[in-house]
């Protein structure tokens, strides 16, 4: 069974730095065509794409974010990390990370979630 | 970007009822084109990718059609687990941009 899981602050202020962890367990990210993506879902919105990193280290960011996006894994500890720097009010949302497929880029399953508020 | 759009975005139904959702891409994306479902307070879930392939484990009624700029998907026979919200996602270039999501409720 192949599950993930967000972890992270619940609430940033302005311009800070937002560090979020995907925990995963049911795969490994050193199999090929294996990747995990982030996305977020501002309340009451549609969902975004954020960033997808693959087990032979391709990375891919969002164009409009990919000043602020870093993404990294730790295949070791089946984890994957992304950082948003200079976080803003508009950035609060619900952020999940999925498992991704290289043939397809389809993502499936996700994680549950995590809601990240941005106030000072 | 390519921009995803969908129709309708809201929709009201009656169980055993065929619903067909559509998407159109700006411009082509080949057959690179994804669709899931989300109901409230859950994280989406993966029904079609490739614009027809089924994922595993999702059941038969859902099929995807389409290619080019123009996708639909179609529930076959409404089921009471069916009412959600149904995003379509173009998996051709970055940003992978997702439909705005249409809401199937019961009518």
């Known amino acids: 069974q192949i599950t993930l899981k967000e972890s992270g602050p619940a609430l940033v202020k302005p311009t800070q730095t937002l560090t979020l962890t995907c925990t995963f367990s049911?795969?490994?990210?050193?199999?090929?065509?294996?990747?995990v993506g982030w996305f977020r879902q501002p309340p009451g919105k549609a969902l975004d794409w954020l960033a997808l990193?693959?087990?032979?280290?391709?990375?891919r960011y969002s164009p409009s974010l990919k000043n602020r996006l870093t993404i990294t894994k730790d295949t070791s500890r089946n984890k994957v990390v992304l950082t948003m720097t200079n976080m803003d009010p508009v950035d609060t949302a619900t952020y999940y990370c999925?498992?991704?497929?290289?043939?397809?880029?389809?993502?499936?399953?996700w994680g549950q979630g995590t809601l990240v508020t941005v106030s000072s | 970007d390519i921009q995803m759009t969908q129709s309708p975005s809201s929709l009201s139904a009656s169980i055993g009822d065929r619903v067909t959702i559509t998407c159109r891409a700006s411009?082509?994306?080949?057959?690179?084109l994804n669709w899931y479902q989300q109901k409230p307070g859950n994280s989406p879930k993966l029904l079609i990718y490739a614009a027809s392939s089924l994922q595993t484990g999702v059941p038969s009624r859902f099929s995807g059609s389409g290619s080019g700029t123009d996708f639909t998907l179609t529930i076959s026979s409404l089921q009471p687990e069916d009412f959600a919200t149904y995003y379509c996602?173009?998996?051709?270039?970055?940003?992978?941009?997702f439909g705005q999501g249409t809401k199937l409720d019961i009518k």
């Open positions: 411009q082509s994306i080949d057959n690179s």
């Open positions: 990193i693959f087990w032979d280290d391709d990375k």
């Open positions: 049911g795969f490994s990210l050193s199999t090929s065509g294996v990747g």
């Open positions: 999925a498992q991704a497929t290289y043939l397809w880029n389809s993502f499936d399953p």
């Open positions: 996602q173009e998996s051709y270039s970055r940003p992978y941009t």
